[in-house]
């Protein structure tokens, strides 16, 4: 039996948002302490120092979001004539953004979303929606944010019969 995992949907320990406003309280703090620094040097710390120095910190630093806030994901995929969900999640006893060693496991089986037989593309499509939109893991994470963008954006031009065709082709072959 083969799974088609068709979404590995990140989950992350904040909105962006709430990175980009924590981001702005460190990007201060590391200005003040360039300028401190240039001070014991005898350096006068200019405005075109701040902006460089700000830019090379932009650079790397959204970059960054996309990965190290990532305490979880969910991979949706197809087993036998069933879509399902499944929940990995960060392998620590306290999640934080700093948290360097990062080792994740398989915690349970979210849901079986529904059988593909019974069901439309568009109306798959909807269910996943659906499910996403819906899922709670406070259980897990006291505050956390699914990542459903990319999911939403293609998952009407899935044909999610012919993956279905095509898995139960390769168990067979």
């Known amino acids: 039996m083969i799974e088609r995992i068709i979404f590995q949907v ?3 320990y904040r909105a962006k948002e709430e990175f980009q ?3 702005e309280k460190d990007q201060e703090k590391f200005i003040a302490y360039m300028r401190e620094n240039a001070k014991k040097v005898g350096i006068k710390y ?3 120092d701040r902006e460089r120095d700000a830019i090379r910190h932009d650079a790397w630093s959204f970059l960054c ?5 990532i305490i979880a994901w969910i991979d949706i995929y197809i087993e036998d004539m069933h879509l399902q969900a499944d929940l990995y999640k960060i392998k620590a006893k306290r999640v934080t953004t700093r948290t360097i060693k990062r080792e994740y496991r398989y915690i349970y089986k979210l849901s079986k979303i529904c059988d593909i037989e019974d069901h439309s593309n568009k109306e798959i499509a ?3 929606k659906g499910f996403l939109s819906d899922l709670d893991l406070t259980d897990y994470f006291p505050k956390y944010f699914i990542d459903t963008e990319c999911v939403f954006n293609i998952i009407d031009f899935i044909n999610f019969k012919k993956l279905k065709d ?3 082709k390769e168990d067979k072959g």
């Open 10 to 12: 990140p989950v992350y």
């Open 65 to 69: 979001w996309k990965y190290n806030d």
């Open 46 to 48: 200019t405005k075109e």
């Open 21 to 23: 406003v924590d981001y």
């Open 126 to 128: 909807h269910k996943i």
């Open 166 to 168: 095509s898995t139960l």
